[in-house]
């Protein structure tokens, strides 16, 4: 979202000014913080389109606004309830998350695994990071357990 959001403002104030920079905070604020954020910073964008000039500028301020438009259609920008949820927001806990399950295990020196076996060892290596590892147990249990007849 920040990305977008400052592509915008550098198209309405132009590139690296601090204009732009302010501008972009005060809109990622607003999404952020008000409830009705993002149907705000929409509407700011989209007034401004007429005084953008220049056919890159315009490009990337309507990418913008299709990008922000999109995601909070499908209603993944109401980030005022995740943060009264403590829901994380950005993308550093995913990033982290990868490093853990992947990088340390993974990339081991002499690791080799094939798609399946790598999936697999990753699948067990999170349930076991985030202390999940007994109602994975349970799922794969009632999973590939079978009834016999004698």
């Avoid at 220049?54 to 309507?62: E, F, I, P, V, Y």
Wanted: aromatic content about 6%.
């Amino acid at each position: 979202m920040a990305e977008y959001v400052q592509l915008a403002a550098n198209a309405v104030e132009g590139e690296k000014t601090s204009g732009a920079k302010v501008l972009a905070a005060t809109w990622r604020e607003t999404i952020k913080e008000e409830e009705n954020g993002v149907t705000r910073v929409l509407r700011a964008m989209r007034s401004r389109r007429k005084k953008v000039k220049g056919k890159t500028s315009r490009s990337d301020l309507a990418r913008a606004i299709h990008y922000l438009a999109n995601q909070h259609r499908h209603g993944r920008m109401n980030y005022p309830q995740a943060l009264k949820r403590n829901y994380p927001i950005g993308t550093g806990i995913t990033e982290a998350a990868a490093k853990t399950v992947v990088g340390v295990r993974m990339k081991r020196a002499g690791a080799r695994f094939s798609q399946h076996g790598g999936q697999t060892v990753m699948l067990f290596r999170a349930a076991v990071l985030s202390e999940r590892f007994d109602s994975l147990h349970r799922e794969l249990h009632a999973t590939y357990t079978a009834a016999v007849a004698a």
